[in-house]
């Protein structure tokens, strides 16, 4: 069975730093591109960030760049997510997510494979 489970959410002041993990299980990670997303209440489901099968490109939303690094650890079967410098407007459940896929660049939609989530609170 396919399963996807985030960790490391939780609530910090502005400024402060986060690292999300996302441990998959019941699948070869190095088949998958990754992705994370992110839903804040009242707001459409985007993505963060994604990275390549074997790492070699990633994709950040422009709320993001320079601020969170997406990257991943095939021998774990484990994607992370390091968010610095967080702003009050990065409140939001975030979501990992796979895609069976060995394209040199990550898709930004259509991703199949979904994990439960994690909430992400920052305060100003």
């Known amino acids: 069975q396919v399963q996807l489970v985030e960790s490391g959410g939780g609530s910090v002041q502005a400024g402060g730093s986060l690292r999300l993990s996302c441990a998959a299980s019941g699948l070869t990670l190095s088949m998958y591109a990754m992705g994370w997303f992110r839903q804040a209440p009242g707001k459409e489901r985007e993505l963060v960030s994604a990275?390549?099968?074997?790492?070699?490109?990633?994709y950040y939303a422009d709320s993001v760049t320079g601020r969170f690094t997406i990257s991943r650890d095939n021998a774990k079967n484990t994607v992370y997510l390091q968010m610095n410098s967080l702003k009050p407007e990065d409140t939001a459940v975030y979501y990992c997510?796979?895609?069976?896929?060995?394209?040199?660049?990550?898709?930004?939609?259509?991703?199949?494979?979904w994990g439960q989530g994690t909430q992400v609170t920052v305060s100003s």
């Open positions: 997510a796979a895609e069976r896929t060995r394209s040199s660049s990550p898709p930004v939609r259509d991703y199949d494979t």
């Open positions: 990275i390549s099968w074997n790492g070699g490109r990633t």
